[in-house]
């Protein structure tokens, strides 16, 4: 088995698979009287067929090491992860290699971000590491299959850098 160490969440690293939403920069504009900030338009949600519908998960906290054996994708949709408490969640990625996962990355988020997995990006599975792992969920929603599951022969162990 071999590591993958944990890398700090940023929208530079993280462009090939998705975008990073949080508010960083000054805000785009002022709405409400001055008295919001708007961050607009920070993910690029794609559906192929369908809808985009806004769900609740409730993912129980994960430790680590954390074993990692599976990752999923879903090439009809975008899917974006706003965590509703101000914990850390870690974001597995691996880029696409014709047709199966490639070596996988894992990330960790700090407070304030979420992420938007771009369509058909490989990715773990939602990995809250402190309770309540409750996140909105924007996704699609529609007909057909969108979900690819992909397991590992060999699983990954994913661990904090010393």
């Known amino acids: 088995m071999s590591d993958i160490l944990i890398e700090p969440l940023h929208a530079a690293a993280f462009a090939p698979f998705g975008d990073v939403l949080e508010t960083s920069g000054d805000p785009d504009k002022m709405i409400n009287q001055g008295l919001c900030g708007r961050y607009h338009d920070r993910?690029?949600?794609?559906?192929?067929?369908?809808?985009?519908?806004?769900?609740?998960?409730?993912?129980?906290?994960?430790?680590?090491?954390?074993?990692?054996?599976?990752?999923?994708?879903?090439p009809e949709?975008?899917?974006?992860?706003l965590p509703m408490t101000e914990h850390a969640f870690l974001v597995i990625v691996?880029?696409?290699?014709?047709?199966?996962?490639?070596?996988?990355?894992?990330?960790q988020s700090a407070p304030g971000q979420g992420v938007n997995y771009h369509r058909g990006t490989w990715h773990g599975v939602l990995t809250p590491?402190?309770?309540?792992?409750?996140?909105?969920?924007?996704?699609?929603?529609?007909?057909?299959?969108?979900?690819?599951?992909?397991?590992?022969?060999?699983?990954?162990?994913?661990?904090?850098?010393?």
């Open 43 to 74: 993910a690029v949600m794609d559906f192929a067929d369908g809808r985009a519908g806004v769900s609740l998960f409730d993912a129980e906290p994960r430790a680590l090491p954390l074993v990692l054996d599976m990752v999923e994708r879903h």
């Open 77 to 81: 949709g975008s899917q974006a992860f």
């Open 94 to 107: 691996a880029p696409d290699d014709g047709g199966v996962p490639g070596h996988p990355r894992a990330f």
């Open 129 to 162: 590491l402190h309770a309540p792992g409750l996140f909105a969920v924007v996704d699609r929603i529609g007909g057909g299959a969108n979900l690819e599951e992909h397991w590992f022969d060999t699983p990954y162990r994913v661990v904090a850098p010393d």
